[in-house]
């Protein structure tokens, strides 16, 4: 399958998704431990997580699908929202939360 059309799916077909290293029980980098630990700060209890250390082709394919450079990345609603230092100053402001709170309550 092609990995951007993967991609599309994955993050189209699910309401919260995080690319990230490792997973969320045993993240395999301080970045995605912290998105990790905002996210479920913010009430999420559950997404889809994509190990990118375990796909190669995917690990290239979510910088280009989303043209941005590094991991983790969060999708909300098919939405990128952002690495972890911008999800880091969304949830310092609120904003993170507001953006979650319509699926954590549909959940």
């Known amino acids: 399958m092609d990995v951007q059309k993967h991609i599309h799916e994955t993050v189209t077909g699910n309401p919260i998704v995080l690319y990230m ?9 301080g970045f995605s431990a912290k998105v990790i630990q905002m996210l479920k700060a913010s009430g999420v209890t559950s997404l889809v997580t994509v190990n990118i ?11 280009e699908y989303a043209n941005w450079p590094t991991i983790p990345q969060l999708y909300v609603n098919g939405e990128f929202v952002g690495g972890c230092d911008i999800l880091t100053e969304m949830y310092a402001s609120g904003e993170l939360e507001k953006v979650l709170e319509p699926v954590v309550k549909a959940a």
Do not use: A, D
């Open 53 to 63: 250390l375990e796909e190669p082709e995917v690990r290239q394919g979510i910088k």
């Open 21 to 29: 290293k490792g997973t969320p029980q045993f993240p395999q980098c």
